[in-house]
């Protein structure tokens, strides 16, 4: 099964795609956590990325683009993936599109989450995130806190606000969404694989998205 997850920062892909791995045995490819990893590993490709994350913009297409061919092309994707944050722009979704069709895959759904702007602002100022790359957990401040403050309840890492989880950074990254992601709902709107669904608890959503398969 091939997933792709679209939705606002916050609307929820990341919770949704976890519990889609889990249920489906596929694995979840999440742009925003291979950079985060990158960043944190200070490679070239992390130090040059978190430029832009930190501001709350797109990182350039050319860099998602090759970082993502060579991950689709990993033996784990080869018994399905969900696309957790990518494509973001319309150059990546048609590239996208010509990489799989030169993979000869194609796409079983396209979830589009659908949150309302006043819950995305509230639930990413306060969201915490694992600070350990290999981890990444995440948690809220009020409807999910670790049992330990400041401590991951998986590795034991410390917990932190993500420096692009400030407020003004945030406004910033759903301007930034309002402008060159949501033009593909439209996009992917003509695939018969294409649908939306409200994303204001988990359990709920998960269930809308079963009844799909
Ligand atoms: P969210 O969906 O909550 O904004 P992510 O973890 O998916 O968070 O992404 C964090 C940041 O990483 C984004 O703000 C952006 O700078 C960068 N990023 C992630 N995926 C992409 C992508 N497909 N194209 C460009 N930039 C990306
Ligand atoms: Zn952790």
């Given at each position: 099964m091939r997933v792709i997850m679209l939705g606002a920062?916050?609307?929820g892909k990341g919770t949704m795609s976890a519990l889609m791995e889990k249920k489906y045995g596929i694995v979840q490819i999440s742009t925003g956590d291979i950079l985060r990893a990158e960043v944190k590993a200070e490679t070239d490709l992390g130090l040059k990325a978190s430029e832009f994350m930190n501001r709350g913009d797109l990182v350039p297409d050319d860099i998602i683009l090759g970082m993502m061919k060579n991950r689709l092309q990993k033996n784990d994707c080869s018994g399905g993936f969900i696309l957790d944050g990518?494509?973001?722009?319309l150059k990546q979704a048609e590239d996208l599109g010509m990489m799989l069709e030169r993979l000869g895959m194609g796409l079983d759904a396209v979830i589009n989450l659908e949150v309302p702007e006043d819950l995305l602002i509230r639930r990413l100022t306060s969201r915490r995130t694992c600070s350990n790359p290999s981890c990444q957990a995440v948690y809220n401040i009020y409807t999910m806190p670790p049992k330990?403050?400041?401590?991951?309840?998986?590795?034991?890492a410390e917990i932190i606000q993500r420096e692009d989880e400030t407020e003004e950074v945030i406004r910033k990254r759903l301007a930034t969404y309002n402008e060159k992601t949501a033009p593909l709902i439209r996009y992917y709107?003509?695939?018969?694989v294409f649908f939306s669904v409200p994303c204001l608890e988990a359990g709920e959503t998960m269930d809308k998205i079963v009844e799909r398969f």
């Open positions: 920062p916050g609307a990518f494509p973001r722009t330990k403050e400041g401590v991951c309840d998986i590795c034991g709107s003509g695939y018969d």
